[in-house]
Each structure stands twice: as structure tokens, then as C-alpha cells.
């Protein structure tokens, strides 16, 4: 067997989007990177989802020249409705005085424009982490690469390989349902707008994706296997009648789903060790926040990290301000995000008509509109 030794500054483990955003702020500043993964580079060419960039995103992703405008749809409106009662607002990009309210991207075409940007003697893949030991400067991660044993050791080591399995320091709430995601194409040209139902099953999401929608078709568990086994007609049908027959569809992607769970990290920052995007906190994508705070945790990192003065990264003050910056954005997207979910999925005639008064308000109060589109467009930065 051989074995490897290696001595970074900075260990990310995880090349999805935000650790390759976290690799690509750092890129050119003082530290040594290595960017590790469990799976082959370009493993996420794989990926069914698309994502819903907030406008400030793009500024982010623009700014590390990482912005694939190809692949980018813009959202010019948002419809929030639901289906079994009244009330629905609308929420339009001109009333901002912004080209668009956000932009639709395939997850595969995010991480395909950020991996290009990196260099490629920064990844690692194909590694699955054996160990990780802190000591007072720093901290050993053991790992196998085939028949390859690796020793790294990094001033810190940086968590953004998703979602986390069992942890005593993640809190988790199961919603006990599955988003099923497909790609679908409407008989009539979306023109840009985006979707949002809400259903006594679940929140449905479609988002303008070039000529497609990109659907997140949110349901109990049990009811997701069941719309994965329909044929494309009779999927396409069990759409439109959430729709109320106003939409139609002509053809369909093959689909795929994910179960939807709050996690939240207790301790983002422990020693040597700091988690970001998905390890840090996993939301359900009914509002669109998850990778969009990740992108955050990414760039708020980076920045605590080339503002320190000495040349630890891992230094425990540095981490702990860290820490401390990314909490109201955090808790304030986790409770955003939860209390959509808790509020919407509750099909009890009174909270429908609740839901309804709310939507309500959101349509005849302006300040509560733009409240939630702040929201949308800058993420954290609508709350200060
Ligand atoms: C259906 C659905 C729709 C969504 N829609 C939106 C949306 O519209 N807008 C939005 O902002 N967010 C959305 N999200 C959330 C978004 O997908 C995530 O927040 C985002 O992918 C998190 O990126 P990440 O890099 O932290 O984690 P991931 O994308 O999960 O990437 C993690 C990486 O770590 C690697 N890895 C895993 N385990 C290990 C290990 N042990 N060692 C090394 N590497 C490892 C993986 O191979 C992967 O490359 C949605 C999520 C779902 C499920």
C-alpha cells in the first residue's frame, strides 16, 4: 500500500458547489488548498436538480467569474398561490428596479462553470475519509484512495461534503416528505415566470429553465414513489390537476427524488474544524435558500480567512468571529424556510383560510411583498 503524507493550510472536504465556491474565493490569496472528495471529479454532471440563484448570488458567482449566463434563465415574476382556497400574490423584478428576480440553473451547470475556474492540481478525489484528529496547530485526516493511505495535515479543515448522516450536533427535523424533481415542458412559453403552489401534499415549485420549467413536486413519502412509478402521461395529468387545469404540459424528463429534512449544526466552528453550506445547515428547498446561504458561508468564510492577520487559519479567534457573523443568517433562513413549510402543509380548513388571509396581506401590503422579496433577491441582507 502506498502512503501519501501532504501539509496544507486548508483541507475542504466536499467539491460540491460550495466548497469549490469556498476553493475559488480563497484561489490566489496566501493558503495552501486542497479540495477532497469522496466521489470522481465530475460526479455531479449526474445531478437532476436545478437551483434558484438569488440575485445576489449572481453578484457573488460573477464576481469569482464563475457565472455561466448560458445556463442561466432569469425569474422576472413570482405567482404564490394555493390550491385548495383563496388568496395569491404576485412578486415582479420591475417593482425593484432589478433585470430579475433571481435566475434558474442546473446544479450541473453551477459546478461545471465553478470546477472549470479551479486548477486542477487543487482536487483530490475519489478519497473517503478515514479520520480527522485535532492537536493545538493542527489538525490529521487520514484517507484511502484506492490502495492509497493519505495523510493530510491542515491549519483547519473546512466541512461542505452535504448533508450530514447521524451527528449528536445536528438537530434534524423530519418533514417526512420527498421532493420529486423533473424537468417539464409547457404547452405555452412561461415567460419567465416562476410558480409557487401550495397543496394540502406540499408546496410545487416550477421554475422557468430555458424553454422547460424546472418542477419540484413536494408530496408525503409514500405518494412519491408512487409519482415515480406513473408513466409520463399520467404524470403529466397528476401536474395539471394540481394546477386546476390552468397549465399545461407536453413532455416530461425522466424524475428523481429527495427526502426533505431541516438539519441544523449546534456548533458550526469546533477546534480546527468549521462546516459550511449542507453540512452546516440542510433546509427544505420550498423557498429556494439552500445553496444560496451556502454561497454565503462560502463567501463570509473566505473573507474571515484572507483578513487574519497571522498565518493560522485555524486560529480559534478568527473562527469563533466567523461563528458569530454567520448566525443571524443562518437561524434567520432556517426559521424562514421551516415556518413556510409548518404553515403551508397543513391542509385544516382553517389554516387554509389563514394561508389565504396571508397570501392577502402579502398581495395588499407592499411592505410585507417587498419584505419577502428582499428575501428572495439578497438572502440574510432583508432582515438588517
Ligand atoms: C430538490 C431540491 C431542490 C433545491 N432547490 C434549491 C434552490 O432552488 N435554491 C437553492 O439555493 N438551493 C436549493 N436546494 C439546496 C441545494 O441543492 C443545496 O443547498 C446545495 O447543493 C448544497 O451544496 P453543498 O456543496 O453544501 O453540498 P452538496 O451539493 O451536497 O455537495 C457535497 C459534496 O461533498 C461530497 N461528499 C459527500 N460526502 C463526502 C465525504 N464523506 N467525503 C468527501 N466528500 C464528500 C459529495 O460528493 C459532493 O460533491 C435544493 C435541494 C433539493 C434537494
Not at 479520520?131 to 493530510?152: P, Q
Not at 416528505?177 to 401534499?201: C, K, L, N
Amino acid at each position: 500500500m502506498t502512503e501519501h503524507q501532504q501539509s496544507v493550510d486548508i483541507a475542504i472536504i466536499g467539491a460540491g458547489p460550495v466548497g469549490m465556491t469556498l476553493a475559488l474565493a480563497l484561489a490566489g490569496g496566501p493558503h495552501r488548498l486542497r479540495l477532497i472528495d469522496v466521489r470522481p471529479r465530475g460526479a455531479w454532471s449526474g445531478d437532476p436538480r436545478a437551483l434558484a440563484l438569488a440575485h445576489g448570488s449572481r453578484q457573488v458567482l460573477q464576481g469569482l467569474q464563475a457565472w455561466n449566463l448560458d445556463a442561466a434563465t432569469a425569474i422576472s415574476t413570482i405567482h404564490v398561490s394555493q390550491r385548495t382556497g383563496f388568496g395569491r400574490t404576485r412578486i415582479d423584478a420591475s417593482d425593484y428596479g432589478l433585470p430579475a428576480l433571481g435566475y434558474v440553473m442546473r446544479y450541473r451547470d453551477l459546478a461545471a462553470a465553478l470546477d472549470a475556474r479551479l486548477e486542477d492540481s487543487v482536487f483530490l478525489d475519489n478519497c473517503s475519509v478515514q479520520g480527522i484528529r485535532n492537536d493545538d496547530t493542527r489538525a490529521l485526516i487520514t484517507m484511502r484512495r484506492a490502495d492509497e493511505t493519505w495523510r493530510i495535515t491542515a491549519r483547519l479543515v473546512v466541512h461542505a461534503e452535504g448533508t450530514p448522516g447521524h451527528d449528536a450536533d445536528v438537530r434534524v427535523c423530519d418533514y417526512h416528505q420527498h421532493a420529486v424533481v423533473a424537468e417539464v415542458r409547457p404547452t405555452a412559453p412561461h415567460g419567465h415566470r416562476a410558480w409557487e403552489r401550495f397543496t394540502g401534499d406540499g408546496p410545487i415549485a416550477l421554475l422557468p429553465l430555458g424553454h422547460d420549467y424546472s418542477l419540484v413536486f413536494t408530496v408525503p413519502q409514500a405518494k412519491a414513489a408512487e409519482l415515480l412509478e406513473l408513466d409520463e402521461h399520467a404524470f403529466l395529468a397528476a401536474l395539471r390537476t394540481r394546477f386546476a387545469d390552468r397549465m399545461d404540459f407536453v413532455a416530461c424528463s425522466p424524475r428523481a427524488s429527495f427526502p426533505l429534512a431541516l438539519r441544523i449544526r449546534r456548533q458550526i466552528a469546533v477546534g480546527r474544524q468549521v462546516w459550511i453550506g449542507n453540512a452546516a445547515q440542510t433546509l427544505h428547498p420550498v423557498s429556494g435558500q439552500g445553496f444560496n446561504l451556502g454561497l454565503r458561508d462560502a463567501w463570509e468564510l473566505a473573507d474571515t480567512l484572507l483578513g487574519m492577520a497571522g498565518n493560522d487559519a485555524g486560529e480559534a479567534a478568527g473562527l469563533a468571529a466567523y461563528s458569530r457573523r454567520r448566525r443571524i443568517d443562518r437561524s434567520g433562513s432556517a426559521a424562514f424556510t421551516d415556518g413556510i413549510v409548518r404553515v403551508f402543509a397543513n391542509d385544516l380548513a382553517p389554516l387554509r383560510c389563514a394561508r389565504g388571509l396571508g397570501l392577502l396581506a402579502l398581495e395588499l401590503l407592499p411592505p410585507l411583498r417587498h419584505f419577502v422579496a428582499r428575501r428572495m433577491i439578497w438572502g440574510a441582507r432583508a432582515w438588517l
